[in-house]
């Protein structure tokens, strides 16, 4: 606790005074983000960070997996549905990024059979919510038998199985049809930093592209 209020201390002494001006200006006018940013509570995994966005640029759902439960399942609060809701009817951002990352917990935990019932009932039944994943890499990727191949593939399938559940909401589904709305999976590599982006034409995960460097 002790290095969060030194943080913290730190930020009002040497931080705020850049962005003085920038949280005044988004007290007073309200939040815009343009991007609804879905990505795992993994520490490691920062979404302001890794793209160098500001304060007032990313509307930010963490979750155990980075798991988008599908429209139907509503169990007793959602709050990952409840934030596209938001983000998608009042926000109106104009783009959905679903981030999975390597290493992840969440998709080891669901490869080795999901999380103890007994003990930590509430995480068995979120990650059951991306078994579907784990019949895909036992039906389709059998040929890989390396563990760190398995894992990939399998963070790599649940990003997609969220891009998929997220369509399945009416609103999402409404955005997209007039155009308003674009959904992108991305997929980061914690060691190297190195994000990719999912390419339906190749179907595989390619290195982010699209914005050219600054000429020197
Ligand atoms: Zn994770």
């Known amino acids: 606790m002790q290095r969060l209020i030194e943080g913290v201390h730190r930020f009002q002494r040497e931080q705020f005074g850049h962005y003085r001006s920038l949280f005044q200006k988004l007290s007073r006018q309200g939040q815009s983000p343009h991007t609804l940013f879905i990505t ?12 160098q966005s500001q304060p007032g640029d990313l509307f ?4 155990v997996g980075n798991i988008v439960p599908p429209s139907t399942v509503s169990g ?16 109106r951002v104009s783009d959905i ?12 935990a669901l490869m080795a059979g999901g999380a103890d019932r007994q003990i930590m009932p509430q995480l068995s039944r979120w990650l059951d919510l991306a078994a579907p994943v784990r019949r895909v890499i036992e ?4 040929h890989l038998t390396g563990d760190a191949e398995r894992l990939r593939a399998a963070e790599e399938e649940n990003t997609l199985f969220a891009l998929e559940n ?3 909401y009416p609103c999402v589904q409404d955005r997209l049809v007039d155009g308003s709305l674009r959904v992108h999976g991305w997929f980061f590599k914690i ?8 390419d339906p034409e190749s179907k595989q995960f390619e290195p982010l592209a699209g914005v050219s460097p600054p000429q020197p």
């Open 40 to 51: 795992c509570s993994d520490s490691r995994v920062l979404a302001e960070l890794i793209t």
């Open 60 to 63: 930010v759902v963490k979750n």
């Open 76 to 91: 007793d609060t959602n709050s990952t549905a409840a934030a596209i809701e938001f983000a998608v009817q009042v926000l």
């Open 97 to 108: 990024v679903v981030c999975g990352h390597s290493q992840c917990g969440a998709v080891a």
């Open 139 to 142: 039906k389709e990727y059998a």
């Open 166 to 168: 997220l369509q399945t």
């Open 191 to 198: 060691a190297t930093a190195d994000l990719f982006a999912y």
